[in-house]
T-cell receptor
Framework: EPEVTQTPSHQVTQMGQEVILRCVPISNHLYFYWYRQILGQKVEFLVSFYNNEISEKSEIFDDQFSVERPDGSNFTLKIRSTKLEDSAMYFC??????????FGPGTRLTVL | AQSVTQLGSHVSVSEGALVLLRCNYSSSVPPYLFWYVQYPNQGLQLLLKYTSAATLVKGINGFEAEFKKSETSFHLTKPSAHMSDAAEYFCAVSDDYNQGGKLIFGQGTELSVKP
């Protein structure tokens, strides 16, 4: 069964460094999302992406964040200058037809 | 604005007992509603979804949920809990009937199953 994959599973970085989180959505899906879950808190929407542009973004998704689909298969989330409060689990999701978002296993980002 | 409230951050049941996880939503339009499960160190897996068809929705692993508009609820139930059901459960709402709408999640309910 097709699934969403994410790499790396765990990323440790120093505050102020740039990180890129990678996702491979299910092929033939057209809608892509990033969510995050700070430890002990709810899953929060960050951004949605369709037709090579951002469809919607939350207040969390400020200028430090960017997304890209560089090669038609990968979907990346870049955090330009990480802060301590960016430490969280980041989930990628993709959606085809049928109103269902399929989530990847997540990348745990730890900012020191 | 949409929101989801899950009553009880932690629910504990005995193996074989009824599982009831509560979810109430707020939406200005008829919503789409979802339950996801997260096993330790894994991603979110869809259990079931309501998209304005039958109000009683059956999902995987014996779970079901009933949409009650009058109560703005979408509670998740399972008649008999298994040890393998121990996980975190998230209720989510979307008001976008087209593809591409974001999900708004509740706080999650951690289910423990005692032998």
């Amino acid at each position: 069964e097709p699934e969403v994959t994410q790499t790396p599973s765990h990323q440790v970085t120093q505050m102020g460094q740039e990180v890129i989180l990678r996702c491979v959505p299910i092929s033939n899906h057209l809608y892509f999302y990033w969510y995050r879950q700070i430890l002990g808190q709810k899953v929060e929407f960050l951004v949605s992406f369709y037709n090579n542009e951002i469809s919607e973004k939350s207040e969390i998704f400020d200028d430090q964040f960017s997304v890209e689909r560089p090669d038609g298969s990968n979907f990346t989330l870049k955090i330009r200058s990480t802060k301590l409060e960016d430490s969280a689990m980041y989930f990628c999701a993709s959606e085809g037809t049928g109103d269902t978002q399929y989530f990847g296993p997540g990348t745990r980002l730890t900012v020191l | 604005a949409q929101s989801v409230t899950q009553l009880g951050s932690h629910v504990s049941v005995s193996e074989g007992a009824l599982v009831l996880l509560r979810c109430n939503y707020s939406s200005s339009v008829p919503p789409y509603l979802f339950w996801y499960v997260q096993y330790p160190n894994q991603g979110l897996q869809l259990l079931l979804k309501y998209t304005s068809a039958a109000t009683l929705v059956k999902g995987i692993n014996g779970f079901e949920a009933e949409f009650k508009k009058s109560e703005t609820s979408f509670h998740l139930t399972k008649p008999s809990a298994h040890m393998s059901d121990a996980a975190e459960y998230f209720c989510a709402v979307s008001d976008d009937y087209n593809q591409g709408g974001k999900l708004i999640f509740g706080q999650g309910t951690e289910l423990s199953v005692k032998p």
